[in-house]
């Protein structure tokens, strides 16, 4: 049972334009969503995060939405860089923002982005 | 900021030897530690919740016998595949929990041959 996913598992992109990555989650109990970036055979590094009471999260050139109704959540990336190619992750826990529950990660989308 | 470091990252183990591997959180303390694994383009998929100086929880589908954590100190948890078999080569990673939230270590990549 696949209480996160990711269902697409790939993108491309031109440098400079946004990246849309999604995510869409099943269980209701999940109150606090996170997104890492990882490189193969390297560990995930946290990017974003964003608890159930918002709908929006911005840092720098990422911003989460958060849609509960939909129980969707998406990652943007404005302007996308080359730099930026690389595996996604969404991830959620049912902790709440205590962030030290478990987390149950989607499968991924790697990202191309094309100079 | 957090430091979790994770050993060895890369191990070739013949079949039916053990193999340990240990996490380390460097500048924090973390009660709570994750142990995960990723199959080639497949998702992390949660082993086990490893709680210092307490039995580890493992998730459904995971074999405790088979995959033996143990979490003496605030600053190390170790995961000990015993009897491994080539179904084990796998990417592992750990979790350290702290002030900071999550931080991965940076994976331990398993062949059993």
């Known amino acids: 049972d696949q209480q996160v996913k990711q269902n697409s598992p790939s993108l491309s992109v031109q440098e400079g334009r946004i990246s849309i990555l999604n995510c869409d989650y099943t269980?209701?109990?999940?109150?606090?969503f996170l997104w890492y970036k990882k490189y193969p055979a390297e560990g995930p590094t946290f990017l974003i995060s964003?608890?159930?009471?918002?709908d929006k999260n911005e840092d720098g050139r990422f911003t989460v939405f958060l849609n509960k109704s939909a129980k969707h959540l998406s990652l943007h990336i404005v302007p996308s860089q080359p730099g930026d190619s690389a595996v996604y992750f969404c991830?959620?826990?049912?902790?709440?923002?205590?962030?030290?529950?478990?987390?149950?990660f989607g499968q991924g989308t790697t990202l191309q982005v094309k100079p | 900021g957090a430091v979790v470091s994770q050993h060895p990252s890369w191990v070739i183990c013949k079949s039916g030897t053990s193999v340990k591997i240990e996490c380390r959180s460097l500048?924090?303390?973390?009660?709570?530690m994750f142990w995960y694994r990723q199959f080639p383009k497949q998702s992390l998929m949660l082993m086990a919740t490893?709680?210092?100086?307490?039995?580890?929880?493992?998730e459904q589908g995971v074999e405790k016998d088979k995959f033996l954590i143990n979490h003496a100190s605030l600053t190390l948890s170790t995961l000990t595949v015993t009897s491994a078999h080539p179904e084990d080569s796998s990417f592992y990673i750990c979790?350290?929990?702290?002030?900071?939230?999550?931080?991965f270590g940076s994976g331990t990549r398993l062949t059993v041959v």
């Open positions: 964003i608890s159930s009471i918002k």
């Open positions: 269980n209701s109990m999940f109150d606090y």
């Open positions: 991830a959620a826990s049912a902790e709440g923002s205590s962030n030290t529950g478990k987390l149950i």
């Open positions: 490893s709680n210092e100086g307490s039995k580890a929880t493992y």
């Open positions: 500048d924090f303390q973390a009660t709570t």
């Open positions: 979790s350290a929990v702290g002030h900071y939230g999550y931080t």
